[in-house]
């Protein structure tokens, strides 16, 4: 068996219709959305509403961790448009995920990143996409866990839950073979971003099942440029499949 694994799409459909191929399944770990490209600031929902100059602004408050100055920002942006902020927002997401959809292959197992919006997902999932979220699904023999989203952070993207929220997901998997998450364990190596220059939240919970289940694989994505790509936990190798939205190329794993 030959399996792919993309996270953080962020807007790339054009290689993500290409990640399935030679492969018997793909497996996405979430973030399909492009809010906002940080190496391209001219590119996602925000710059396409507001032009790159207060892209670049958004970008600059948000590095320097300014997030007060940064919603302030937000907010007379927002004020400013002649349709209120959901609707914007709910409007640009759909026309991204109506695309991205489109271009799953047959089958595709996904869970949703922290930028995403679930309630929109069964709008577009087709029946060759299973959405996957504290829930298991065997494949060629091994057992598959999802837990999707993220914990809550002051940049209070649209799927962030609690700590217990989160925690009873991954309870909810029991013993699989590999565990699949949009945020990784918390551990420094796997959660600090070299290029932010911050940590992003990683899961307790996580690091827990791994060393509680010992599963074959951890995948996880959401940390776009890592100090760690993968590292071994006792019999488990932890494994960032990459930044697909820069990269293109899905991470492969057989058996």
Known sequence: ?????????????????????????????????????????SRGIFPDLFGTENADRLVELRTARRFDEARDLGRRLWAGLDVDRDTAIEAAVRRQYAELFAAFPTPTYATYGNVDIPRLWPDFAGPGTTVLDGERI???????????????????????????????????????????????????ELTYDTVARRFE????????????????????GHVHQPLARRMRIASTECVNVGHFASTGKPFALEW
Request: hydrophobic share 45%; with cysteine.
């Open 1 to 41: 068996m030959r399996v792919h694994v993309v996270s953080d799409v962020h807007g790339n459909a054009g290689d993500l219709a290409k990640a399935g191929e030679g492969a018997d399944a793909l497996i996405c770990l979430g973030d399909l959305v492009l809010f906002l490209d940080y190496a391209d600031h």
């Open 138 to 188: 065997e494949i060629g023999g091994l057992v598959f866990g999802f837990v999707g989203g993220g914990l809550r952070t002051p940049m209070r993207t649209p799927y962030e839950i609690s700590d217990e929220e989160y925690a009873a997901k991954v309870e909810a998997l029991g013993d699989v073979d590999v565990l699949c998450s949009h945020i990784p364990p918390e551990v420094p």
């Open 201 to 220: 939240r990683g899961s307790r919970a996580l690091l827990d099942a791994v060393h509680r289940v010992r599963p074959r694989y951890a995948l996880f």
